[in-house]
């Protein structure tokens, strides 16, 4: 069964570095998020490629695929769906929303006032939408990629605690190399290639991967180095909150899915080390700044916290 998520993975991984160039740490960052079955934010400023590494992944599976862009005047109702009234049946029938696809794109998430973001936070932590007193479930597999420009403040709304901890990771994508951005030159002068990938691996594939990952061996030792590393950062002098529960258990689960992307069916201690950063930095609530306000010192914060916590041998 393993050996199935590992093909999946690697399947997944070289469909999309045909249009993400240059960027295989992002990309396994994306499918080892929804090997997990958690969600990822991509953190950057405009124009590097985070919509492009969404749409890659979305195209990548042949599932459904939903792009939300977040606005002011954008609707929880435009999110979830809503009841609408059926005159020739003379009852309500539930139109639903584009939240009911197996990928969904939120770009620009943070431009959506908290009502509309607080919509799709049950999506997320739920994987269901309640509507006028029914709740409805979301397909499965199910995975949010949401993007937002961290240096632009004026007309965002800043992301509430609560929701950044239904995300397994946050990364960014970076500036490519100048010879990646040559390349890129070359492959985007008839079009976008993304449009033209085709999928990969069926919905089907990607649930049965998901359950596999469960299966993927954690040594206790390692699990009471994950713990250390939890634990430290409720105790950091620079941290007013530290990593939550439900943050421990989203990291162990991300440290599994990165043993799969490495054809591994157990952790190591890499594993551990090379995840702490992108899925803990988001979770913990630094002294004196808001949360997010500045990402680069927060990273090097859990960064210097992992050199004190000992590596198991």
């Not at 584009?98 to 607080?118: C, G, K, M, Y």
């Given at each position: 069964?393993?050996?199935?998520?590992?093909?999946?993975?690697?399947?997944?991984?070289?469909?999309?570095?045909?249009?993400?160039?240059?960027?295989?740490?992002?990309?396994?960052?994306?499918?080892?998020?929804?090997l997990?079955?958690?969600?990822?934010?991509?953190?950057?400023?405009?124009?590097?490629?985070?919509?492009?590494?969404?749409?890659?992944?979305?195209?990548?599976?042949?599932?459904?695929?939903?792009?939300?862009?977040?606005?002011?005047?954008?609707?929880?109702?435009?999110?979830?769906?809503?009841?609408?009234?059926?005159?020739?049946?003379?009852?309500?029938?539930?139109?639903?929303?584009?939240?009911?696809?197996?990928?969904?794109?939120?770009?620009?998430?943070?431009?959506?006032?908290?009502?509309?973001?607080?919509?799709?936070?049950?999506?997320?932590?739920?994987?269901q939408?309640?509507?006028?007193?029914?709740?409805?479930?979301?397909?499965?597999?199910?995975?949010?990629?949401?993007?937002?420009?961290?240096?632009?403040?004026?007309?965002?709304?800043?992301?509430?605690?609560?929701?950044?901890?239904?995300?397994?990771?946050?990364?960014?994508?970076?500036?490519?190399?100048?010879?990646v951005?040559?390349?890129?030159m070359?492959?985007?002068?008839?079009?976008?290639?993304?449009?033209?990938?085709?999928?990969?691996?069926?919905?089907?594939?990607v649930?049965?991967?998901?359950?596999?990952?469960?299966?993927?061996?954690?040594?206790?030792?390692?699990?009471?180095?994950?713990?250390?590393?939890?634990?430290?950062?409720?105790?950091?002098?620079?941290?007013?909150?530290?990593?939550?529960?439900?943050?421990?258990?989203?990291?162990?689960?991300?440290?599994?899915?990165?043993?799969?992307?490495?054809?591994?069916?157990?952790?190591?201690?890499?594993?551990?080390?090379?995840?702490?950063?992108?899925?803990?930095?988001?979770?913990?609530?630094?002294?004196?700044?808001?949360?997010?306000?500045?990402?680069?010192?927060v990273?090097?914060?859990?960064?210097?916290?992992?050199?004190?916590?000992?590596?198991?041998?």
């Amino acid at each position: 069964m393993t050996e199935n998520a590992f093909d999946t993975s690697r399947l997944l991984s070289a469909n999309i570095e045909k249009v993400l160039l240059g960027k295989h740490e992002v990309v396994q960052m994306l499918v080892l998020s929804l090997l997990a079955g958690e969600h990822v934010l991509l953190e950057d400023v405009p124009g590097v490629g985070k919509t492009l590494a969404a749409k890659a992944l979305a195209q990548s599976i042949e599932g459904s695929f939903a792009r939300l862009q977040f606005t002011p005047d954008l609707l929880p109702a435009d999110i979830t769906g809503s009841m609408i009234y059926r005159s020739d049946r003379h009852e309500f029938e539930f139109s639903r929303g584009p939240v009911f696809s197996n990928v969904v794109l939120a770009d620009e998430i943070n431009r959506a006032p908290p009502r509309t973001q607080s919509a799709l936070l049950e999506a997320m932590s739920d994987r269901q939408v309640s509507v006028d007193g029914n709740t409805f479930p979301l397909p499965s597999p199910f995975i949010v990629i949401a993007t937002q420009n961290p240096f632009e403040f004026e007309g965002t709304y800043a992301l509430p605690e609560s929701q950044l901890d239904r995300f397994l990771l946050r990364t960014s994508v970076g500036y490519p190399t100048r010879e990646v951005e040559r390349e890129v030159m070359s492959t985007h002068r008839m079009g976008e290639p993304v449009e033209n990938l085709k999928p990969v691996v069926t919905a089907t594939a990607v649930g049965e991967a998901q359950a596999s990952v469960r299966d993927v061996k954690f040594d206790d030792a390692l699990v009471e180095y994950l713990l250390d590393i939890v634990g430290a950062t409720r105790r950091y002098d620079g941290f007013q909150v530290g990593v939550s529960t439900r943050g421990a258990l989203s990291f162990y689960r991300g440290c599994q899915a990165r043993a799969v992307t490495e054809s591994r069916d157990y952790v190591t201690p890499d594993d551990v080390k090379n995840l702490a950063v992108a899925a803990l930095s988001h979770r913990v609530l630094p002294e004196g700044i808001f949360q997010g306000a500045n990402r680069q010192v927060v990273e090097q914060q859990v960064s210097d916290l992992l050199q004190q916590v000992p590596v198991p041998v």
